[in-house]
């Protein structure tokens, strides 16, 4: 594959990603507990690092909430603007990692990559969030974060590290992975 064919194929993949953050959320009703346990912006933010790169994944993670925001009003702006920090980390630290480790097995790289992002996608997440909310004059403690970041998300991170992993798989075999 020439680089302006990866090039392409990756602003097609970013599109791709973006257009699924947006629609996802809709799969799962209005149910707003159900939807923030599953956290279904965080696959697309997740894939585009991973399958595009650290620049792509960042860019499609910061723009998708804020612009899901704007059109649907959902998620509101002031829990988009912290989720726009976490997914532009999440895509950030999964492309960086996921190119970093090149020379390791696809499986655990893509793990390892997947995880670290989460984590550390989170705690950005969490203080976007405390800045947010100290801007709103409301205070946030560590016990309420790791209750929404953790506790609340785990339905969401069992699913991420099954669903993210297996479409990228199977890129990765049809040969069609541009960050590789």
């Not at 997440?125 to 403690?141: E, Q």
Request: overall charge positive; proline content about 6%; charged content about 10%.
């Amino acid at each position: 594959m020439t680089n302006s064919s990866k090039s392409l194929l990756k602003m097609v993949y970013s599109a791709v990603c973006l257009a699924l953050a947006m629609i996802l959320p809709f799969f799962l009703g209005q149910v707003q507990i159900f939807m923030q346990g599953i956290s279904p912006m965080h696959i697309p933010a997740l894939l585009c690092g991973l399958a595009c790169g650290p620049w792509w994944g960042l860019l499609v993670g910061f723009i998708a909430p804020l612009l899901r925001s704007l059109i649907f009003s959902m998620p509101p702006m002031a829990t988009a603007i912290p989720m726009a920090f976490e997914l532009a980390a999440y895509g950030l630290i999964a492309g960086l990692l996921f190119r970093a480790l090149k020379k390791i097995d696809f499986w655990p790289r893509t793990y390892v990559s997947m995880i670290a992002a989460m984590v550390i996608g989170r705690f950005v997440g969490g203080a976007a969030k405390a800045v947010v909310m100290g801007i709103n004059g409301d205070g946030y403690s560590f016990g309420a974060f790791i209750s929404a970041y953790f506790v609340g998300t785990s339905v969401g991170i069992v699913l991420h590290l099954i669903i993210v992993p297996l479409i990228l798989f199977a890129l990765h075999k049809a040969k069609l992975l541009p960050n590789e």
